[in-house]
DNA sequence: GCGTCCAAAA
């Protein structure tokens, strides 16, 4: 039960005294403000007389607490009562349609428009026009009617030209993104911070590094240096375009740093170079930032990459401590965790007792299972998914071939493949073609690949020619293994693994002359291949090294630790494939 | 007393 007191209505001396509505308006504000939704509806409901701008207020609260649906609710009980839509209802209610389900964004949307059209708030309000451009260039296919909207309004603001790119830019047409940018500087449209974070997200996303500094320079020549949320998305822009050196540069200059500069740098290394995000992380923790859920996030995936089963448990240890362990994209940051350290178990006891999951809680699982051989689990998983009324999308199809590949279930696995366009309307890439060749390809069915990459709707590119290559290897089957290898050799001739595979070839026929040709060839960029590393975690001490490292090898805890595990695989008989190794051990210093 | 656009996970 809400009322309002003396102390409510006494307020507000020095202005003109306002009305009971006004004053109720205000307290329905301040009530969304703090988060009391039910008391700003139970005050609302009290209300002898509402006009539209309490209508409104309820309708923009509802938006502020992310209830897009209860202000879609507001806004057609407002109709009901007879009560006409302003300026400001028009613009508020646009915003809530792009929060509604898919399915009714856009026709709400364009309800809306009709009455703006009707009431004469669209063309007259620059907050209208804006507003309903972006609902048209978020929920449409296509730009076209963002754009249309965009040039006849004829006084256009800084909103106007921010909503165009970033309707570009978030589809994923990034230059058009930048070009309606540049096109704002021709025009010498308003300038605003809000524009050049989203044409800095849009050179990260087509990571151009070169473009990226040329928007970098415009910020700085028209002082938007000053703007923290600016300078966050150019510290982003830097690591999406691999710039690890600018990133820290430019992190290092900035005087003002706030929790989201620390966790743009910690996400950026979390793909660079995953221990230096570490390094980040406990110097953010040090200098007195408190991490959050993105911050765990990062730390989280860069503990999978490196598989440091130790740290990821202390690091859940904490997240538990905090109670961000219900945060949906930590729990699937800890699933992958768990499974990129061995740890399926662990992995599935999160997912399970998660109250809410989303789609990439489900793949993350799936990846984890089918990482681990276990096909089946994965498949079930991914018809119960689609059981709860997920829709799956591209990258949990890669999952569940990729699992059925690593369990032998070909068959199973070719189904998946099938549905996904008959029934399920995702249309496969060239990714997911790759999946399916190197499904065919485990199993041994080299000829049902080659006939898979030769009907594609797609031009066969390196990788996939690679992935058949590896099968050929697998299998013996030096005759297909020469043609396909010439096909990697024509897309990609600095590849050394191809030739030592090649070679190989040639030396298990006895083709001598053209073993030593390859051989030599080989040799000829040898500096330009990357040693394969191992890693291993011996008393929360991760070690890596290569081939015939020495200094690890004298180490007494890794060798002993080594031949154990040697001895293990022995026991599991595991028979070490000299096929793959290079033949001339000579040179190998 | 009410309004539009930017920056974070597989």
Redesign the pocket.
């Known amino acids: 039960m809400v009322t309002l007191t003396h102390a409510h209505l006494n307020n507000?001396q020095q202005?003109p005294p306002?009305?009971l509505?006004?004053?109720?308006?205000?307290l329905i504000?301040s009530y969304f403000n703090k988060g009391s939704i039910e008391d700003a509806h139970t005050l609302f409901d009290e209300m002898s007389h509402?006009?539209?701008?309490?209508?409104?207020?309820m309708?923009?609260?509802n938006?502020?607490c992310n209830r897009h649906n209860r202000a879609w609710d507001m806004f057609s009980q407002m109709l009901k009562h007879g009560v006409r839509p302003?300026?400001?209802?028009?613009?508020?209610v646009?915003?809530a349609c792009?929060g509604l389900h898919y399915l009714n964004a856009l026709s709400c949307g364009k309800l809306v428009h009709g009455l703006a059209i009707k009431n004469g708030?669209r063309g007259s309000?620059?907050?209208?026009?804006?507003?309903l451009m972006?609902v048209y260039a978020?929920c449409c296919d296509t730009m076209l009617d963002a754009r249309t909207l965009f040039d006849n309004i004829v006084i256009k603001?800084?909103?106007?030209?921010?909503?165009l790119?970033?309707g570009y830019?978030?589809r994923g047409d990034a230059y058009a993104g930048l070009r309606v940018f540049r096109q704002m500087f021709l025009e010498e449209g308003e300038l605003?911070?809000?524009?050049?974070?989203?044409a800095?997200?849009a050179c990260?996303s087509i990571g151009s590094g070169i473009l990226g500094k040329q928007v970098h320079a415009a910020v700085i020549n028209h002082g938007f240096e000053s703007?923290?949320?600016?300078m966050?998305?150019i510290v982003?822009m830097y690591c999406?375009c691999r710039l690890a050196y600018e990133a820290k540069q430019l992190f290092c200059e900035m005087t003002h740093k706030?929790?989201?500069t620390w966790?743009?740098l910690i996400?950026g290394f979390?793909?660079l170079d995953s221990k230096e995000s570490f390094c980040i992380f406990s110097r953010m923790v040090f200098e007195g930032y408190s991490p959050?859920c993105?911050t765990f996030?990062?730390v989280v995936?860069a503990c999978?990459n490196l598989a440091v089963l130790h740290c990821g448990q202390q690091l859940h240890g904490e997240i538990v401590c905090r109670g961000l362990d219900n945060?949906?994209?930590?729990?699937?940051?800890l699933i992958?965790m768990y499974a990129k350290c061995g740890k399926v178990a662990d992995a599935h006891k999160i997912f399970i007792e998660m109250p809410c999951t989303?789609?990439?809680?489900?793949?993350?699982m799936m990846?984890g299972f089918g990482a681990h051989g276990h096909g089946k689990e994965a498949v079930e998983l991914f018809n119960e998914m689609v059981g709860s009324g997920i829709k799956p999308?591209?990258?949990?199809f890669m999952?569940v071939l990729s699992a059925c590949s690593h369990a032998g279930l070909v068959d199973e696995g070719l189904r998946y493949f099938r549905l996904m366009t008959s029934y399920y309307n995702v249309s496969p890439d060239r990714d997911i073609y790759g999946c399916v060749v190197d499904l065919l390809g485990r199993a041994g069915r080299l000829k049902e690949a080659f006939q898979l990459i030769e009907n594609m709707p797609f031009k066969p590119d390196e990788s996939i020619w690679v992935s058949l290559l590896g099968a050929c290897k697998a299998h013996k089957e030096p005759s297909m293994g020469k043609f396909v290898a010439s096909r990697v050799l024509d897309m990609k001739p600095n590849r050394v693994g191809t030739y030592v595979l090649l070679s190989n070839i040639f030396a298990a026929e006895g083709n001598w002359a053209d073993f030593a040709i390859s051989r030599k060839l080989m040799r000829g960029m040898r500096n330009k291949k990357e040693a394969g590393r191992s890693w291993i975690e011996l008393k929360s001490q991760v070690y890596s090294f290569i081939v015939g490292d020495k200094s690890v090898f004298s180490n007494e805890l890794i060798s002993e630790a080594l031949e154990l595990l040697i001895m293990h695989m022995k026991d599991v008989g595991y028979v070490p494939d000299l096929d793959s190794f290079v033949h001339d051990l000579e040179d190998e210093t």
């Open positions: 507000n202005s306002k009305t509505s006004a004053l109720s308006t205000d504000s509402r006009d539209v701008v309490t209508w409104t207020a309708i923009t609260g938006i502020s302003n300026a400001f209802t028009v613009s508020a646009l915003k792009k708030t309000s620059i907050y209208v026009d804006n507003a972006d978020t603001n800084a909103v106007s030209w921010t909503t790119i970033t830019t978030h605003s911070p809000f524009s050049f974070s989203i800095v997200r990260a703007n923290l949320p600016v966050n998305s982003d999406r706030d929790t989201i966790n743009t996400a979390e793909t959050n993105f996030t990062s995936a999978a945060n949906l994209a930590l729990s699937n940051a992958d989303n789609l990439v809680s489900w793949t993350s990846i999308d591209k990258i949990v999952a």
